[in-house]
């Protein structure tokens, strides 16, 4: 009976080890985070809010480099109809703009602080199978990068905190 449970002792601690040898300690982005702002950056150098005073959102960082970030504006419209697939054009429009959300893959170089971002799906379907790389900062559990200028010159800054690790 002892041997059997120094076994059994001996198999749970391999697998506590390997658990614990599969997080990847040297990605600061692995985790779970909380959108608090996503600002614009205005050509002239003026930064605003870009969706609301306070933007919904997350982003999740896997240790396998998995990630989904989505941005909802603070304040949106409903459909008047409560159907979806029946909506006005103003309605639609309202919905597609107060909204940015993308998954795909992502890796982390710390030593040059950017993030490459392989887009597969995005609601801006401009951005769907595009990598993007991107400068970032972090300042403890505060995250933040820019996203590619639009064409009015303007450059959104997303910025989260960290929920999970």
């Known amino acids: 009976m002892t041997s059997r449970i120094l076994s059994l002792i001996a198999t749970l601690a391999l697998a ?9 300690t040297t ?35 896997t240790a396998d480099g998995h990630m989904m970030i989505e941005v909802f504006r603070d304040v949106r419209g ?4 409560n ?10 429009k309202d919905a597609a703009l107060s909204s940015s959300c993308s998954f795909g893959t ?3 170089d710390p030593t040059t602080s950017k993030v490459t971002m392989k887009i597969d799906r995005s609601t801006f379907p401009n951005y769907d199978d595009t990598t993007q790389v991107r400068a970032y900062e972090l300042k403890g559990d505060i995250l933040s990068w820019r ?7 303007s450059i959104p800054i997303t910025v989260l905190r960290r929920i999970a690790q």
């Open 147 to 153: 996203v590619p200028a639009r064409p009015d010159g």
């Open 106 to 108: 992502y890796s982390v």
């Open 16 to 24: 506590i080890s390997s658990m614990h040898a599969q997080v990847d």
């Open 27 to 61: 990605n600061p982005f692995v985790g779970s985070w909380k959108l608090i702002a996503a600002d614009k950056l205005l050509p002239d150098g003026t930064r605003v809010a870009d969706y609301g005073a306070q933007p919904h959102g997350m982003a999740i960082f």
């Open 83 to 92: 159907d979806r697939a029946k909506g006005t054009f103003d309605e639609y």
């Open 78 to 81: 409903k459909f008047a109809g």
